[in-house]
């Protein structure tokens, strides 16, 4: 699972058969059927979306998007500033279900308006309207939210500026001032992982672009891998193949 601190900075559309690994990032993300049914995981839980329907991705939840053949969504991520006022109410509520239907099209139309304009103030606009549209419908309540969102920033901003230097659990328990164990505990609660298994996803990630200028066999000491055979070992975890074998899918 990655904290994608990029997605949170610009906006990002997507009309296909969206797909991604297991992820989480400050921004509220946006998903709506098209054709097909879509199946999401959002915090450990799954959902069907069927067309016509919106689901909305609350900012630090954890969404896994598999693959539906035939299915086709619009995605929208938005920078996370734009939707300030709906994060700070995530903080201390959280919404029964993440999905409403669309019963009159005015979403569908709300969200190809917010992909065509360019007027920031307009973009602030809408977003909101839509937002605002979801949670005027779903129901939320109260929760008790113990985890330091900001924290969990500024770890992964570290990890991600930081990835190609020689890092693990001693390095970052330093920086951010705790023991080695207090903040092994810390990130597991976090991010739902190890320290290294996370270090080593953005690091694989990382690689991702590197491999189309760069020789596999230089990749990974870029990346801050050991060895190759450390890089091809977790690449296979990632991705489910040898970064041969991603190179090669990647151009059929």
Known sequence: ?????????????????????????????????????????????QYVVKPGQLLVCPPYAVHLFPACPGAEQIVAAVPADYCSRFEKFCETHAPETPVIDDEDGNLLRLLSALEKTDNEVLFEGIVNCILGTYMKRVPFRPVKRPTDRSQIQRIADYIDKNYASPIGLKELASEFGYSPNYFSSLFKKYFMTGVTQYINSVRVQKSVPLLKTQKISAVYFLCGFQSPQQYFLNFRKFFGCTPYEYLHADKH
């Open 1 to 45: 699972m990655l904290f994608e601190s990029e997605r949170d900075k610009s906006a990002f559309f997507s009309r296909t058969d969206n797909i991604c690994c297991s992820h989480f990032h400050r921004s509220a993300e946006l998903l709506y059927a098209v054709r097909g049914e879509k199946t999401v995981w959002l915090d450990s839980r």
